[in-house]
């Protein structure tokens, strides 16, 4: 039973994250630069770097409500797929300079920020 509610949590969380990711993209409209989908995926990766390590240590949280935040939620608002179909677009419109960088930007920015959650994230779990 543990497992059905596990997957409604992923699955509520991975609506949720979606939408928030739509939202994005209706607030930073792609002209040139991805702005949305940018802002979601080094949100996502700074999201999930700070939380692993807290979640981690929170024993009273269920595993459900875990993995609805971070599979979730947070992988819901995250995208590689639209990250890729981005990328392509921008190159195949000649941007070829733009769309390197928005490769390069996302892929070090993602480390970079799930690198910086995890040290905040990991900080906070020792006060």
């Given at each position: 039973?543990?497992l059905?509610?596990t997957y409604?949590?992923?699955?509520?969380?991975?609506?949720?994250?979606?939408?928030?990711?739509?939202?994005l993209?209706?607030?930073?409209?792609?002209?040139?630069?991805?702005?949305?989908?940018?802002?979601?995926n080094?949100?996502?990766?700074?999201?999930?770097?700070?939380?692993?390590?807290i979640l981690q240590?929170?024993?009273?949280?269920?595993?459900?409500v875990k993995?609805g935040?971070?599979?979730?939620?947070?992988?819901?608002?995250?995208?590689?797929s639209?990250?890729?179909?981005?990328?392509?677009?921008?190159?195949?419109?000649?941007?070829?300079?733009?769309?390197?960088?928005?490769?390069?930007?996302t892929v070090?920015?993602?480390?970079?920020?799930?690198?910086?959650g995890?040290?905040?994230?990991?900080?906070?779990?020792?006060?």
């Amino acid at each position: 039973m543990k497992l059905v509610y596990t997957y409604v949590a992923v699955a509520l969380g991975g609506a949720l994250g979606g939408a928030f990711r739509f939202i994005l993209t209706i607030i930073f409209p792609f002209h040139n630069w991805p702005w949305g989908i940018f802002t979601a995926n080094l949100g996502g990766c700074f999201l999930l770097g700070f939380l692993t390590p807290i979640l981690q240590l929170k024993k009273s949280i269920p595993l459900a409500v875990k993995k609805g935040i971070t599979v979730g939620l947070i992988g819901g608002f995250t995208t590689m797929s639209t990250f890729a179909a981005d990328t392509i677009a921008m190159l195949q419109n000649g941007h070829l300079l733009g769309g390197s960088v928005y490769l390069l930007a996302t892929v070090t920015g993602g480390m970079g920020f799930v690198a910086l959650g995890f040290v905040l994230g990991a900080r906070g779990r020792t006060r």
